[in-house]
Nanobody, 124 residues
C-alpha cells in the first residue's frame, strides 16, 4: 500500500521556522519527483517546492529564499525547511509524488500519490 505521511506542522510565530517531513512507503521515492503543496481555507491547492530524483529543485516565487526542499532517497523521506515564516504561509501542507525523474511542474495533475497533510499555523 502506498502511503505518504507528513509530520512537523504546528503553531509558530511570524519569523519562526519549522521543518516538515514526509515519510513514504509502498514505493521507491528514488524514481519519483517529489513536491510540497499547500492549501489555505477557501483557496486552491498551490505548489510550494519540487525536487527531482537527483535533487534539482524549483520553488514558488512566494517562498524563494525562505523555504528549502530536500530529500533522502535512502530513507524514502522528503523534507521542507521553512524559515522566516509569514502569516500568509498558514495552510495545510501536503507532500506528493510524480512518476517522472526530472523536475515536475508544480501543478497538482502531475502528481500520482498524495499525503493527508499537516497543518502549519503562523500567528502571533
Amino acid at each position: 500500500e502506498v502511503q505518504l505521511v507528513e509530520s512537523g506542522g504546528g503553531l509558530v510565530q511570524p519569523g519562526g521556522s519549522l521543518r516538515l517531513s514526509c515519510a513514504a512507503s509502498g514505493f521507491t521515492t528514488s524514481s519519483y519527483a517529489m513536491a510540497w503543496f499547500r492549501q489555505a481555507p477557501g483557496k486552491e491547492r498551490e505548489g510550494v517546492a519540487t525536487a527531482s530524483t537527483i535533487g534539482r529543485t524549483s520553488y514558488a516565487e512566494s517562498v524563494k529564499g525562505r523555504f528549502a526542499i530536500s530529500r533522502d532517497n535512502a530513507k524514502n523521506t522528503l523534507y521542507l525547511q521553512m524559515n522566516s515564516l509569514k502569516v500568509e504561509d498558514t495552510a495545510s501542507y501536503y507532500c506528493a509524488a510524480a512518476s517522472m525523474g526530472g523536475i515536475a511542474p508544480l501543478r497538482t495533475y502531475y502528481y500520482t500519490y498524495w499525503g493527508q497533510g499537516t497543518q502549519v499555523t503562523v500567528s502571533s
